[in-house]
């Protein structure tokens, strides 16, 4: 946790004047070409586009970019996760819808950081312990909240009822064995630093556990083309997997296991998204493909669909 706010703004500041800088060098790129760059300011600037057409390009130019689990944290005076605050370069699927949707509401390089901060961090205080760590119990809430998304679900479903799942996070064991969870297997600050692990035993001490719910459309419902003709290109699609953990003991019970972005190219319907799997980068494939993938699965249950906001 930053405790000193010069010091915590201080830092944010230089990573924004680094994202400007890179920015600026940045020539305009192709929709079709994969890129490991960040957006250029042409169309950071483009506040006249819809929010549609902003995340469909601004989302297809990181196609190719590669999956990393965790690529971020609180920047260089992190009490716990040292990782940039924010990059362009690699992805999880978390961070990448971060990464696109800040870019989406802003309009200049400095309001990229302040937009993913926002989308980040309970209230926008950049602190480990008030990061979004949890789709289910804090991430959307918190952005539900701001306006930024907004569960559309029970439109494209029609009138087919909506399944809830539940589950209970278990904030409290989960900072406490965090220091064995693969998403730190890269973070060496905390396997080295004392005072690292001591905050996490204080996030542990002060931690509640919850219970977090969550409307989705379920998977009976997914083979109907109607319905899926019905999710508008640039919508965020969360992939159910009720009272499921990625890491086993080490992971708190979730209902989200993946989230990424319905994109419409021509008459096709694709998810794009961060995918861990053999392509391990930013890819499109066909979302009824995916669906019918994820349903040979028994933990698969069905999807959540949101809209994203205007700044």
């Known amino acids: 946790?930053?405790?000193?706010?010069?010091?915590?703004?201080?830092?944010?500041?230089?990573?924004?004047?680094?994202?400007?800088?890179?920015?600026?060098?940045?020539?305009?790129?192709?929709?079709?070409?994969?890129?490991?760059?960040?957006?250029?300011?042409?169309?950071?600037?483009?506040?006249g586009q819809s929010v549609v057409t902003r995340i469909e390009a601004i989302s297809a130019k990181y196609l190719g970019t590669p999956y990393l689990l965790d690529p971020l944290g609180e920047g260089p005076g992190g009490a716990i996760d040292?990782?940039?605050?924010?990059?362009?370069d690699a992805f999880d699927c978390q961070t990448y819808v971060e990464t696109v949707i800040a870019e989406v509401r802003a309009n200049s390089a400095e309001q990229v950081v302040d937009e993913l901060r926002l989308i980040r961090y309970?209230?926008?205080?950049?602190?480990?312990?008030?990061?979004?760590?949890?789709?289910?119990?804090?991430?959307?809430?918190?952005?539900?909240?701001?306006?930024?998304?907004?569960d559309i679900g029970a439109t494209?479903?029609?009138?087919r009822p909506l399944k809830v799942a539940r589950t209970y996070i278990t904030r409290r064991a989960w900072f406490v064995n965090l220091a064995d969870n693969p998403t730190q297997q890269h973070n060496d600050y905390l396997k080295t630093h004392t005072e690292a692990r001591g905050e996490l035993r204080r996030l542990a001490a002060?931690?509640?556990?919850?219970?977090a719910r969550i409307s989705y459309i379920?998977?009976?419902?997914?083979?109907?083309?109607?319905?899926?003709?019905r999710i508008p290109s640039g919508s965020l699609i969360f992939i159910i997997r009720p009272h499921t953990s990625m890491f086993g003991r080490v992971g708190s019970l979730q209902n989200i296991a993946h989230m990424g972005f319905a994109i419409r190219r021509g008459e096709r319907l694709m998810y794009r998204h961060a995918s861990s799997g053999a392509a391990k980068s930013v890819i499109d494939i066909g979302l009824a493909s995916y669906l019918r993938i994820a349903a040979r699965s028994k933990s698969f249950d069905g999807i959540a669909v949101y809209s994203i906001g205007a700044r």
Not at 128 to 133: A, D, E, V
Not at 156 to 159: K, T
């Open 1 to 47: 946790m930053h405790r000193n706010s010069d010091l915590r703004f201080g830092s944010i500041r230089a990573q924004i004047l680094a994202i400007a800088a890179m920015l600026a060098s940045v020539t305009h790129l192709t929709l079709a070409a994969p890129a490991r760059a960040p957006a250029p300011a042409s169309v950071l600037a483009s506040a």
């Open 82 to 88: 040292r990782d940039p605050l924010i990059r362009f």
């Open 122 to 150: 309970q209230g926008g205080v950049v602190d480990f312990g008030k990061r979004n760590h949890f789709p289910d119990a804090d991430w959307i809430p918190n952005n539900v909240a701001l306006g930024i998304v907004t």
């Open 156 to 159: 494209i479903a029609g009138g």
């Open 206 to 211: 002060i931690a509640s556990d919850s219970t």
């Open 218 to 229: 379920p998977k009976e419902a997914l083979s109907d083309e109607s319905l899926l003709e």
